[in-house]
């Protein structure tokens, strides 16, 4: 059987069907550690198959960014994070240039300048000589990379991790635009930058703000919630291997009930891994009232939730499989 990564370029994919590439892929992001979905291989899929970004929404610690690093290691691409935050520019993200280099450099030809000015009889000759200086110290030489350039000038192609594009601002958002839907950027001192390859271009977004049509339009969205008790169980066995069937089977039931309580912050995936590591550190074999509430703190990280859970453990116990 192909694996994922082939079975996406493989030229028999047609015959053997886009549902078979489509469970490659799933297949694939299991193998690198990802326990997904079929709607989250499916749009994985595409993605790579169209070329088009991927928005991946959903609360925190449901694993968006983990899907980038599994992708990046299904495909056998280097994975390239820009981590985005309130006043994030293109300064910070595309390019930036080496001015101590350039002040080097500039140092080191003063004596070569001054021989090319000695004779210049004034100071419009002089300009005149020193007009083609300036392309020279705003060339790619002096080019200090930021992750998007690094992501377009790889020659096999990356995966992009655009990590909590909803904490930049919207005027970063607009500047992503060239680049998402042409895989170039445009430098003014050089001019346009296109991807040799393009890259598969991953979005996260915790919905901690609106985004705009402009970048919805040229992605494609996928949403990733809580999984269900039967995927979750997969994830904690993929990812604490030590913890016992019967346990596992407990712990995911009472997340899965904890998360129908009004709380604050429900626990995410993520915190359901580290509950699992817990109880098997403290050698617990079967959930109780006691050792849920001691360690309750692992899976919900504000006071009030810790509370009002804790007054639920005996209902929210009852719910567990036998």
Request: proline residues 6%.
């Amino acid at each position: 059987m192909l694996d994922a990564a082939s079975a996406i370029s493989s030229p028999t994919m047609d015959e053997r069907g886009p549902a078979a590439a489509i469970d490659a892929v799933t297949d694939g992001l299991a193998g690198a550690g990802y326990i997904a979905s079929r709607r989250i291989g499916t749009a994985l899929f595409l993605a790579r198959s169209l070329h088009k970004p991927i928005l991946v929404e959903g609360p925190a610690g449901v694993g968006k960014t983990e899907l980038a690093r599994a992708a990046a290691q299904l495909y056998g691409l280097p994975l390239v994070r820009m981590q985005c935050y309130e006043g994030l520019d293109e300064a910070k993200a595309l390019y930036e240039w080496q001015y101590g280099k350039q002040l080097l450099y500039t140092q080191l030809l003063r004596d070569r300048l001054g021989e090319t000015l000695r004779d210049a009889p004034d100071l419009p000759a002089a300009l005149e000589r020193l007009r083609g200086l300036d392309d020279a110290f705003f060339s790619e030489q002096f080019l200090a990379p930021r992750p998007l350039l690094r992501a377009l000038r790889e020659p096999a192609g990356a995966v992009l991790l655009i990590d909590e594009i909803d904490k930049a601002d919207a005027e970063f958002e607009a500047f992503l635009l060239e680049l998402l839907a042409d895989y170039q950027v445009t430098i003014p001192e050089i001019g346009t930058i296109t991807a040799t390859h393009p890259p598969l271009v991953v979005l996260t977004s915790n919905s901690t703000r609106d985004l705009g049509d402009a970048l919805k339009r040229r992605c494609l969205h996928l949403h990733i919630g809580f999984p269900a008790a039967d995927l979750e169980e997969r994830i904690v066995a993929e990812r604490v291997p030590a913890v016992g069937e019967r346990l596992r089977a407990q712990l995911v039931a009472f997340v899965q009930a904890l998360r129908t309580l009004d709380l604050r912050k429900p626990p995410s995936v993520g915190e359901t891994i580290d509950w699992a590591r817990v109880l098997v550190l403290l050698h617990v074999e079967e959930l109780g009232a006691d050792i849920v509430r001691e360690t309750l703190n692992v899976l919900l990280k504000i006071e009030t939730d810790v509370a009002a859970a804790a007054r639920e453990v005996p209902t929210l116990l009852a719910r567990r499989p036998a």
